[in-house]
């Protein structure tokens, strides 16, 4: 079984890394706060400009 390919690295648009930045702050948090059972994040997909970052953050190409 040979290694999935690594994906190019997209360049995040400057508006959105404060975006992606809170919503992976979160990410953390609530798995922190999950002690392994798991966890439930809720956001608003609002800043549909930043629609592709969103997609590569939460593994849209799975």
């Known amino acids: 079984m040979s290694a999935p390919e690594a994906r ?3 360049r995040i648009k400057a508006e959105c890394r404060e ?3 809170e919503i ?3 990410m953390h948090v609530a798995k922190s706060n999950s ?3 798991g966890a439930i994040l809720v ?3 609002d800043r ?3 629609a592709d970052e969103l997609n590569d953050l939460l593994g849209g190409d799975r």
């Open 8 to 10: 190019p690295e997209r």
């Open 19 to 21: 975006y992606i930045a």
């Open 24 to 26: 992976e702050g979160r």
């Open 35 to 37: 002690k392994g059972e």
């Open 43 to 45: 956001f608003s997909r």
């Open 48 to 50: 549909t400009d930043c």
